[in-house]
């Protein structure tokens, strides 16, 4: 048993608005607070308590802060989709129980997060494989002409969000893997250094299939998410600035092409330049949304009071708007405001991450959930076209609820297992009796990561990040490496 | 190790959120009142019918005006410048205006049912508003006037309570919008409120007023001898004729107000003095605005002070520079009916909540005392004998004592005259007064009186 202070305080502040929430949409609608569609929000809280207690019951020591922000998000999505489709809140309820039990099962579950970069080309292979089905078999339930989904009409999900954790968890262990190798400059194109094309190719090849099967499904969302994660994760790897650059450049290229291509895309842009071209007509939506956003003002028409409803596809699509619309400027605010924090928390996890697996797939997992709410963000604010991703934690959608929690949880086993180290690094009694700690403490797998000859088994001390002299820069953190011909020493390293 | 790379990432979704902020920003407040306005926008018909505003239901609880599909409707025409037209591009008038809070739900909203809608952003609940119109009345009184132009006014003299008020040529308030042009440019001026904001010449309907100072002031009786040979006189150079021929030469004053003789009344008015004549037609509310829901212009005496002679002669017997509305005009004959008390005239008896809460009551009040009630009797015995015996004929009922007195009052040179009458019912215990001007329609005696019988008669019956 772990005492969890802060963790229950904060979420019962975060569970407060979604409490609110329900008082005012009891007066709101003169129903009693004993309604029956009221019972998946107090449901959902008492879920996530639950969710609290499990993970201090089973001696959890990960971070405190994630799960009362997810919380927060999820309570705020299960209160607006209460007062826009009620009929729906007991599936989100649903997906959000299966969610957090996966949540809570990687959080604490005998395994470890390194594991991971055993199965990357798995994921690679598994990931095109579930776009490849999806071309083949993919549905259509909800009639909007995208076949996105597998599965029953009666119980779909989608595989995009699937892969895209796929995608993270590849290219973490590639990138990991491979990363010495990427760095090392073989080819030099005038001030511009380029990686061995060797390496670098795979990684294009992957990136550029799964791209273009995507967008081959209209799945323009998560072709934009993919393309973003892939650059994100290269950037934070390699470390060169001007890939960021080169990715912008190619990003341009690539959507000059699909727009002279498609003509699904030329309508999204088309539509995005000038809502009030057609308002009645196909940019209907992104109209509405705007009047949406309007209505709403500063303060908001209240909860209940707007007319949210009026935007088509508002609690898959547009549930930001229906808050903006409803809570006003000011609840939109709060709203980015969470999300920034959920981002900077799993940022902040990914520094303190010893492993380099780890803190590359901490980075890209929560790159993932920040990415995404900006693409969807922006596309319902107009500042990028309207693409058909969720808004993480608050869109209606089982796959996209039960792929958040999941990437949660990997990022509280994450801050568990870099807790349990810090904990067995000053000598703590408790840290030594768990059988999982005691497994930790043995070298993790991997050529990259084998110890330097002469250090001591057991010892964690090698993995801890002391200040390195300037020599040592590029060696990854350790002291000593093995030596070869591709040793990176004295090559001046990068950054 | 990666650290700066994640740094700098950190920073880059810091400043995207910012931007999203900024953004959200732009569209709501920046953008906000515009989008929120924008005529594309389907809240503001939602809302519009969600807000609910209250509904104006006449005397009998008929509604007569509420709110339809976002849209206000009228009952019939006969009402509409009663009800006033509710325009989002050409604004408000009638009782639409002068009730709008209420109607609205704005005002008169108990505080603890207030704060609670604050609190919830519930949408004001309007309330509804009870006149004092009877619409049956009204109707008969829109088609007893025909195609005349003018005004009918019908007040309840114990109370004050108008039962009908109509003013013609009417129009449909429900389409205002549509019809803003021709309604605003049409030369019979639809749009205008006779009844309360017309201005005429009184006629001989103001004799009543001389008639009253007269005798209040103890200049003259009824029962007084007064002449008239020659059906005309001349007062400082400028001759002043009857409009019609007496049948007698010399006869008493009840006559002479019977009779409408010009003559008699311009040398009444001499004696009384201009300043007296002033202050009992100021009494009466002439000279002043008279107080009122809707809306009202000023009445005059005259323009000229101090008055010469002929200006005062020719005021006593209803012309000179006086101009008087039709609403006046029924409070001069309801004071007369009322013993000297002059009433305070009122549409709206009634405010009440959609529950049936009664939010405002009118209670019946006076504008103060013209003349004794010694005078009043006086005048009303006079104004039944002009129903027996004089011009005011065409006025009497059947089985009923009647009082009235006509005018014909000159308008435009080259147009025919005004046509006024103004009555009381039953003279002995008065229940109604009324007052009908018809206008370039000629003698009162031949116009307004027939009509002013017309819904006198009708009114007796449904007024108790």
């Known amino acids: ?495 | 190790m990666m650290e700066q790379q994640i740094r700098r990432l950190g920073s880059a979704f810091l400043l995207g959120f910012a931007l999203l902020a900024c953004t959200a920003g732009y569209w709501q407040a920046v953008q906000g009142p515009s989008l929120a306005a924008n005529p594309g926008n389907p809240r503001l018909a939602a809302a519009e019918q969600r807000a609910l505003r209250g509904r104006i239901l006449d005397r009998n609880g008929r509604v007569v005006a509420e709110t339809v599909d976002g849209q206000r409707r009228a009952a019939t025409p006969a009402l509409a410048q009663v009800l006033g037209y509710y325009s989002a591009r050409y604004g408000t008038t009638g009782v639409e205006r002068a009730y709008d809070g209420q109607l609205s739900g704005r005002a008169g909203e108990p505080l603890a049912a207030r704060l609670r809608r604050l609190l919830l952003g519930t949408p004001r609940q309007g309330n509804d508003v009870q006149l004092t119109i009877d619409t049956g009345l009204q109707e008969l009184a829109d088609r007893a006037l025909g195609n005349a132009r003018g005004a009918v006014v019908l007040m309840d003299v114990r109370t004050g309570a108008l039962l009908v008020s109509l003013s013609k040529p009417t129009f449909d308030p429900a389409t205002v919008d549509e019809h803003w042009a021709s309604l605003s440019q049409d030369d019979g001026r639809p749009l205008y409120n006779r009844v309360s904001q017309g201005l005429y010449v009184p006629g001989s309907t103001f004799k009543a007023v001389t008639a009253a100072a007269a005798i209040d002031s103890g200049l003259i009786q009824p029962s007084t001898p007064v002449s008239d040979p020659t059906g005309d006189v001349t007062i400082e150079g400028f001759r002043i004729t009857d409009a019609e021929k007496m049948p007698r030469s010399t006869f008493d004053f009840a006559h002479a107000f019977a009779w409408s003789s010009n003559v008699v009344f311009a040398q009444v008015g001499l004696s009384v003095g201009a300043e007296r004549l002033r202050d009992y037609a100021g009494r009466f509310g002439i000279g002043r605005t008279l107080p009122f829901e809707l809306e009202t212009s000023p009445t005059s005496f005259s323009r000229t002070w101090p008055m010469p002679p002929v200006l005062l002669a020719s005021t006593a017997f209803g012309q000179g520079e006086l101009l008087v509305s039709p609403l006046q005009m029924a409070v001069v004959a309801a004071t007369i009916a009322r013993d000297g008390d002059v009433p305070r005239p009122y549409v709206v008896s009634q405010v009440r909540m959609p529950d049936g809460t009664i939010l405002e009551q009118h209670t019946p009040g006076s504008l103060g005392r013209a003349i004794s009630p010694p005078t009043a009797a006086a005048l009303r015995s006079m104004m039944a004998l002009a129903v027996e015996e004089g011009f005011a004929k065409n006025a009497a009922i059947p089985g009923v004592r009647v009082g009235g007195k006509t005018g014909t009052a000159q308008s435009v040179p080259g147009m025919p005259d005004h046509s006024w009458y103004i009555g009381i019912a039953p003279v002995d215990q008065p229940r109604l007064a009324i007052a009908v001007l018809m206008e370039f329609s000629g003698w009162g005696s031949l116009e307004a009186a027939p009509v002013a019988r017309q819904v006198m008669a009708q009114a007796l019956q449904v007024v108790r």
């Open chain 1, 1 to 495: 048993m772990s005492w969890r202070g802060t963790e229950l305080g904060l979420l019962v502040l975060a569970l407060l608005p979604a409490l609110c929430g329900a008082l005012l949409l009891a007066q709101v609608l003169e129903r009693p607070l004993t309604d029956p569609r009221f019972r998946p929000l107090f449901a959902l809280a008492g879920l996530l308590l639950l969710c609290h207690v499990a993970l201090a019951a089973l001696r959890f020591r990960g971070d405190q802060v994630l799960l009362p922000l997810v919380a927060a998000l999820t309570g705020t999505g299960m209160v607006l989709v209460t007062r826009l489709v009620p009929a729906l809140a007991p599936r989100q309820l649903l997906w959000a129980t299966i969610g957090s039990s996966v949540m809570v099962a990687a959080a604490v579950g005998p395994w470890e997060v390194r594991l991971l970069e055993r199965y990357k080309y798995s994921s690679a292979a598994a990931g095109i494989l579930l776009v490849a089905l999806t071309l083949v078999f993919g549905l259509d339930p909800n009639g909007s002409g995208d076949r996105l989904w597998l599965g029953t009409p009666a119980l779909a999900f989608q595989p995009s969000e699937v892969l895209k954790v796929l995608l993270v968890v590849f290219l973490a262990g590639y990138l990991v893997d491979k990363r010495e190798l990427l760095t090392a400059a073989q080819l030099r194109l005038g001030p511009v250094r380029l990686p061995p094309l060797p390496y670098l190719a795979p990684l294009l090849a992957m990136w550029g299939l799964s791209l273009a099967l995507l967008i081959w499904q209209k799945d323009l969302g998560a072709a934009i998410l993919f393309f973003g994660i892939f650059l994100v994760m290269l950037y934070v790897a390699v470390g060169q600035a001007w890939y960021v650059a080169a990715g912008g450049a190619l990003f341009l290229l690539g959507s000059a092409a699909c727009y002279a291509l498609f003509g699904h895309v030329r309508l999204r842009v088309a539509i995005w330049l000038n809502p009030w071209l057609e308002p009645q007509g196909r940019s209907y939506q992104i109209a509405q949304a705007l009047y949406s956003l309007g209505s709403g003002g500063i303060l908001g028409a209240g909860l209940g009071r707007g007319y949210p409803l009026y935007v088509p596809a508002v609690h898959t699509d547009f549930p930001f708007v229906a808050f903006a619309e409803e809570a006003g400027l000011a609840g939109a605010l709060a709203l980015l405001l969470l999300y920034a924090l959920l981002v900077t928390r799993g940022l902040q996890l990914a520094l303190l991450a010893q492993l380099p697996f780890n803190r590359l797939l901490a980075t890209g997992l929560t790159a993932v959930l920040g990415l995404q709410t900006m693409v969807i963000i922006g596309g319902n604010l107009r500042v990028i076209p309207l693409t058909g991703v969720t808004l993480p934690f608050i869109s209606y959608g089982g796959s996209s609820l039960l792929v958040n929690f999941a990437i949660l949880g990997v990022l509280l086993r994450l801050s568990h297992e870099e807790a349990v180290r810090r904990l067995r690094a000053t000598g703590s009694a408790e840290g030594a009796a768990d059988s999982v700690d005691r497994r930790l403490a043995e070298p993790p797998v991997g050529r990259a990561l084998q110890p330097a000859p002469g250090t001591r088994l057991g010892h964690d001390r090698q993995w801890r990040m002391a200040p390195l002299p300037e020599r040592e820069r590029g060696t990854m953190g350790y002291r000593r490496w093995p030596q070869g011909p591709l040793s990176p020493c004295g090559r001046g390293g990068w950054g």
